[in-house]
């Protein structure tokens, strides 16, 4: 049954995550209540998302009230039923979305539509060195993946959306003879428009492999952020932490750099100790979010390079050191490298700043 009577949503401060399941999109994100964004489904061998049968929708708080987290599920009554599972991980100001495709046999996907209602300036596309900003007056497409890309609104509203940890996904059907995986981008008379190409396989080409697929994006606003005033803190250098020389990034050209890559099981959990074992405010200093080929720190050692970026991590390393010194009443904040242009992204502004214990969830009809 498509029609939800009741489905529940999180709000914080100025904004909302709330579902508009009989929509054409999955749910909307507003801030000081006006619609910044609305987030549609996949389209699954053509079958669009929006005439997928619902399953479940569950929206959850952490018990601290400073991030949640929403489910979703869906079945495509196609040939051969394909199930998408989506959860979005969200604190004040940026989302992870994580979406799980299984069941049957995925040779064309478009992953999760976005819409941007009103007059849009530029994009901003962030390409790992720095910008190329692009005015919005006609279709820009861009081969996939693209870390990340900042919309300005004539209003000042800023949205942004960027790949996670996953990179080297977004191109696994590359060695089937696919089309690139593409990005467009569709300025419209009312909004801006953003689809995402992963999969296009034809059905001439022979043992397409039948698996399950999983893809993380992300995406941020300018939701006001507070920076964190923390005086005595204790302040490390990430680069400089104890962290094992194949933890660390492996550069393209195959040369193992000084920063540790956050992936790598090791390098992730001598940061984590540190945390743990903290007994004062602290800081993390220098922290970027890095490019990374070596396929042993996503546990693909056979593969010897997959490319992906430790983002991820840092999200998440937001949420649960400031969780872990929380308990213990002192304060934990992560600082990127001042000198990177990763600071102008609204997911680093977002990591950079307190996070606040406010969410809520909220019913809507």
Known sequence: ??????????????????????????????????????????????????????????????????????????????????????????????????TDIGGGIVRNLELDEIFLPGKWLRADIYNGDGFDSIQLSSTIKAPMPVLAVTFTAEDGRKFEFGCGDDLWRYSATEQFGSCTPELTIIPEDNGVKIIRKIID??????????????????????????????????????NTLDIPANSRILAEDLSRKSTPCLIAAPARKAVRKLIRSTETDLVLEQAQANLCFD???????????????????????????????????????????????????????????????????????
């Open 1 to 98: 049954m498509r029609y939800v009577e009741r489905v529940r949503g999180l709000y914080a401060g100025n904004w909302q995550l709330q579902p508009t399941l009989n929509n054409q999109y999955l749910y909307s994100l507003s801030c000081n209540g006006k619609i910044i964004a609305q987030i549609g489904g996949a389209a699954v061998n053509s079958f669009p998302e929006n005439k997928a049968l619902v399953n479940k929708w569950r929206a959850h708080r952490a018990e601290d009230g400073r991030s949640g987290s929403m489910e979703y599920s869906a079945v495509f009554p196609l040939e051969r039923e394909i199930q998408v599972d989506r959860r979005v991980n969200i604190f004040n100001g940026a989302a992870m979305v994580t």
């Open 201 to 238: 396989v034809p059905d001439t080409v022979e043992n397409f492999p039948l698996r399950p697929w999983r893809f993380s994006w992300y995406f941020a606003w300018n939701t006001p952020t507070i920076p964190q005033n923390i005086p005595n803190a204790a302040i490390y250098d990430i």
């Open 295 to 365: 396929a042993a720190h996503i546990e693909r050692p056979q593969k010897k390079i997959l490319l992906h970026w430790d983002l991820t991590e840092l999200f998440d390393l937001h949420v649960w050191g400031t969780k872990q010194l929380d308990n213990k009443n002192l304060k934990f904040a992560i600082r990127f490298n001042p000198e990177s242009p990763q600071n102008r992204l609204l997911t680093a502004q977002a990591i950079q700043s307190e996070l606040l214990n406010d969410m809520e969830i909220g019913d809507y009809e």
